[in-house]
């Protein structure tokens, strides 16, 4: 089976469906390949990093509800310290650590980044230090952000998430055809696998 998943650094709902679709995919327990996708919820440039409550005025019933689901999974959601960013460059990161087969474990450690400690992800040098942090070169990683390597990557992903009509993530689609969106729970997931494995299963047999 092949998951690809569109979603933004700087999404809790995001983060939080990446660590429901790594509980689903450990119960499902077949063989799976899942591919992490750029998304830009905001592509608008920040020119002054603030933390993401002067600008989410009116979202603090959100706010709460993510916060509140993230706990429950073990997550930590601190908006107070998170620090907006446009992530353009942080996905080219992203797209540079999948090509050393750490991608699950860059975008983890971004989003850890953004969400518990309070890292500005606008920021090239701590970028690479959050690559550092995973056991790669942080100094390879800041040469690669500061050329222009990886934008192509990353304009694909984007240009692919529009053809396909994605509008909000995180979207899962599965075999190029089966489409999940939202950060829905472990048990939902691990459902919707086993029956689009049937409804696989079946084709093939006909």
Not at 25 to 38: I, Q, S
Not at 58 to 76: C, F, H
Not at 77 to 90: E, H, M, V, Y
Not at 127 to 144: C, F, H, R, T
Request: charged share 20%; with cysteine; hydrophobic share 50%.
């Amino acid at each position: 089976m092949d998951i690809q998943v569109w979603s933004d650094v700087v999404c809790p709902w995001c983060y939080l469906g990446r660590h429901r679709l790594e509980a689903a995919l450990a119960m499902f327990g077949e063989d799976v390949t899942v591919t992490y996708r750029a998304y830009q919820l905001d592509p608008s440039p920040v020119p002054e990093p603030l933390p993401v409550t002067t600008v989410m005025t009116n979202a603090a019933e959100m706010v709460d509800r993510v916060t509140a689901a993230g706990a429950a999974d073990g997550l930590v959601l601190d908006f107070g310290r998170a620090i907006t960013a446009n992530t353009f460059t942080a996905h080219r990161l992203i797209a540079w650590a999948a090509l050393r087969d750490r991608q699950s474990a860059m975008l983890d450690a971004l989003q850890r980044a953004h969400f518990a400690d309070g890292v500005d992800l606008g920021s090239v040098p701590a970028l690479a230090a959050v690559a550092g942090s995973i056991g790669l070169d942080a100094a390879e990683a800041l040469s690669y952000l500061e050329s222009q390597a990886g934008t192509a990557a990353v304009r694909n992903d984007l240009d692919e998430a529009r053809e396909l009509g994605v509008a909000s993530v995180p979207t899962l689609v599965i075999d190029g055809k089966f489409v999940i969106q939202g950060a829905q729970d472990p048990a939902t997931l691990l459902s919707a696998f086993q029956e689009i494995r049937r409804r696989e299963t079946v084709e093939a047999g006909r």
